[in-house]
């Protein structure tokens, strides 16, 4: 089986711009959730959406949203960018189980400048 | 709201000395999760533990999980150069979202 894919890899954008983020889970993963990842804070939980529903959200700003479409693909937007965006996101998938293993995406690093 | 305490940040070792990393949640938990990152990587899944006092094994690698589910531990063996990377726990309490440390950064001296 394919692994999961996150588009793009890499995206410089500047401040005040607003980026969208897609991740494609494993076949057959109807849970995928988004993490930001930076060296001070660590992983941080973003939203977990299952069968095109937000199941969970993290403490994030309004500016973070996402979705899932009915293919389990999902897409995370960022408006309004500000500085301390800059992260590597990471989308994770799951078939859904809550208890379930969390199988990472390679991530996208994003550089707000 | 739940917190995962991970301890140390850093270790430096040297190749063949072992290692091992602690994890503290303010909370019970229903499982734990340990990952492991490569430098420039994304993580990947080590293993789940789920019962109280729970004690498993993958080759030089040892993970524990404490009577109370409120912390655990992963002690390598002899580490090796291939051992080098940041290990997370993460700790999920009923249907609430995983909550991952902050890991502790490895590096192996050859």
């Known amino acids: 089986k394919a692994g999961v894919t996150q588009t793009p890899r890499y995206l410089i954008k500047t401040r005040g711009q607003q980026v969208t983020l897609s991740c494609s889970p494993i076949s057959g993963h109807r849970s995928v959730s988004w993490y930001q990842q930076t060296p001070g804070q660590g992983l941080q939980f973003l939203f977990e959406y299952f069968s095109e529903t937000q199941r969970n959200k993290g403490n994030f700003p309004g500016r973070f949203s996402g979705r899932q479409f009915s293919n389990s693909r999902s897409e995370m937007n960022v408006s309004t960018l500000e500085l301390g965006d800059s992260a590597l996101y990471l989308c994770?998938?799951?078939?859904?189980?809550?208890?379930?293993?969390?199988?990472f995406g390679p991530g996208t690093r994003l550089l707000v400048l | 709201g739940q917190q995962v305490m991970q301890i140390p940040q850093y270790q430096h070792v040297q190749e063949g000395e072992d290692f091992t990393t602690y994890c503290n949640s303010s909370?019970?938990?229903?499982?734990i999760q340990w990952y492991k990152q490569r430098p420039g990587g994304h993580p990947v899944f080590l293993i789940q533990l789920v019962k109280s006092g729970e004690v498993k094994k993958q080759k030089r690698l040892t993970f524990q999980f404490g009577e109370a589910k409120k912390n655990s531990s992963l002690h390598i063996t002899a580490t090796q150069t291939t051992d080098v990377g940041t290990y997370f726990c993460a700790g999920r309490r009923g249907n609430t979202p995983l909550v991952f440390g902050k890991g502790t950064r490895l590096s192996v001296i050859a």
């Open positions: 909370t019970t938990l229903s499982n």
């Open positions: 994770a998938s799951s078939t859904g189980d809550r208890q379930e293993t969390q199988y």
